[in-house]
Every structure is written in C-alpha cells, then in structure tokens.
C-alpha cells in the first residue's frame, strides 16, 4: 500500500494507493474527490518543488509512501468551469484548426510544385 498526507490550508488529507504504480494524475483524481479542487487549479508541492501533474510515475517524482505533499488551489464555481472548460475546448479546437491549415498548405504547394512539371 501506498500512502501519503497532502496538506490544503489547515487540513490533512490522507491518500492511499493499492499500488506502487501510481501516478501524478491518480493522485490529482483523488484530491478532486477529496477537496473539490479540480487538476487545472491544483498546484502539488513535494519538498520545496512542484509536481507536475500527468503520467509520471509518484515514485519516479521522488514522492515515495509516507512523503508529505502541500495541495494549493481554490474549488473553482460551477459558472467558472463551465467556462474553463469552454475556453480549453476553443483552444483545442484552435490548434486543429491550425493543423489542418498547415496540412492544406503543405497539400497546395505540392500542387503547385506538380503543375509546374
């Protein structure tokens, strides 16, 4: 089992794990249910340094069972994280958008560069 203690404020929150295979983004899961503080807004301290949040396994961070982690953040209002999460869909949708471009671009050009043979 792995456990860890993150602090938010004045509270603990005490964080287990069946496996040692857990990553940063397990653990940012468990401190949502936990506190309500959605992964964007978390920002996870372990001995002085940010962890950042994803694939990477805790243990390959330095966090091993029984590290102690401080969790800052706020519980974003409902309104506001609708509009987060509108304004990261029209960024996803942004960079689709200029991959596409990209890809006609480069389908033109080859175009061009067939009709001038």
């Not at 372990?46 to 706020?74: A, F, R």
């Not at 389908?107 to 061009?112: A, D, N, P």
């Amino acid at each position: 089992m792995f456990k860890l203690v993150v602090t938010h404020g004045a509270e603990k929150h005490k964080i287990s794990f069946e496996t040692t295979q857990a990553t940063s983004a397990d653990l940012s899961e468990q401190l949502e249910v936990q506190t309500g503080i959605i992964p964007s807004k978390q920002k996870l301290i372990h001995k002085g340094k940010k962890l950042e949040i994803g694939d990477k396994l805790l243990s390959e961070l330095g966090v091993s069972s029984g590290s102690k982690l401080m969790l800052l953040g706020c519980k974003v209002n409902p309104d506001d994280e609708l509009a987060m999460k509108a304004i990261e869909k029209v960024k996803s949708d942004a960079v689709q958008i200029k991959d596409n471009v990209i890809e006609l671009g480069n389908q033109l050009t080859g175009i061009k560069d067939v009709s001038k043979a």
